[in-house]
């Protein structure tokens, strides 16, 4: 294996995310796509935001997941689009994608002879060539756990993301990741 990077947020964000108050969470509808960030209160009145990103793992290859950025200012048009209740845990979510070499036959000879794939860390292989592993959910677990709220990143729509509620909505989309609470993710280092 050639590179692997890591793109989680530093302990400062994970930090910032305990201080968030339940209650309402709001996008900005002026901005283009419209969630394109997810903004939160915290305790203390000011704002965080759950924003999409892209990373560089190298040249064309590319992995999108989620920044968490403290808000100095929170914009003017921000409407409420859902609400978090009393949460006892947040739960992250990670997605590896990675590059490698195809075998012969599997893509037609004019092509680079070069596969990208995605999935959980178990899923890699041993001849990936670039590999990048980012966040890609963030998950507030209820207290009693019957109303959990998830922001993801989108799949089907570009630059954005989506918020989600229900057990089973959420197993669905979160099968191909790999779960970490905050002390696993400040910890986590690439294999390589």
Same mark, same amino acid.
């Given at each position: 294996?050639?590179?692997?990077?890591?793109?989680?947020?530093?302990?400062?964000?994970?930090?910032?995310?305990?201080?968030?108050?339940?209650?309402? !969470?709001?996008?900005?509808?002026?901005?283009?796509?419209?969630?394109?960030?997810?903004?939160?209160?915290?305790?203390?009145?000011?704002?965080?935001?759950?924003?999409?990103? !892209?990373?560089?793992?190298?040249?064309?290859?590319?992995?999108?997941?989620?920044?968490?950025?403290?808000? =100095?200012?929170?914009?003017?048009?921000?409407?409420?689009?859902?609400?978090?209740?009393?949460?006892? =845990?947040?739960?992250?979510?990670?997605?590896?994608?990675?590059?490698?070499?195809?075998?012969?036959?599997?893509?037609?000879?004019?092509?680079?002879?070069?596969?990208?794939?995605?999935?959980?860390?178990? =899923?890699?292989?041993?001849?990936?060539?670039?590999?990048?592993?980012?966040? !890609?959910?963030?998950?507030?677990?209820?207290?009693?756990?019957?109303?959990?709220?998830?922001?993801?990143?989108?799949?089907?729509?570009?630059?954005?993301?989506?918020?989600?509620?229900?057990? =089973?909505?959420?197993?669905?989309?979160?099968?191909?990741?790999?779960?970490?609470?905050?002390?696993?993710?400040?910890?986590?280092?690439?294999?390589?």
């Amino acid at each position: 294996m050639k590179k692997w990077k890591r793109f989680f947020p530093d302990r400062s964000q994970i930090e910032t995310l305990g201080t968030l108050k339940a209650g309402a !969470y709001f996008i900005n509808p002026s901005a283009n796509p419209e969630w394109v960030s997810v903004y939160f209160r915290t305790k203390s009145g000011g704002w965080v935001a759950l924003t999409w990103n !892209y990373f560089d793992i190298e040249f064309k290859f590319e992995t999108y997941g989620i920044s968490i950025e403290p808000v =100095q200012r929170a914009p003017a048009t921000l409407v409420e689009v859902g609400s978090i209740g009393e949460f006892e =845990q947040i739960d992250f979510y990670a997605k590896t994608e990675w590059t490698r070499p195809a075998v012969l036959g599997e893509v037609p000879s004019y092509f680079e002879q070069i596969i990208e794939a995605a999935g959980r860390l178990d =899923q890699v292989p041993a001849d990936a060539i670039s590999v990048g592993t980012s966040l !890609y959910a963030v998950v507030f677990r209820s207290i009693g756990g019957d109303s959990d709220v998830m922001i993801c990143i989108d799949d089907g729509e570009r630059f954005s993301l989506k918020a989600m509620t229900g057990h =089973q909505r959420i197993t669905l989309i979160l099968q191909h990741c790999d779960v970490f609470n905050s002390v696993e993710l400040l910890s986590w280092e690439p294999p390589v």
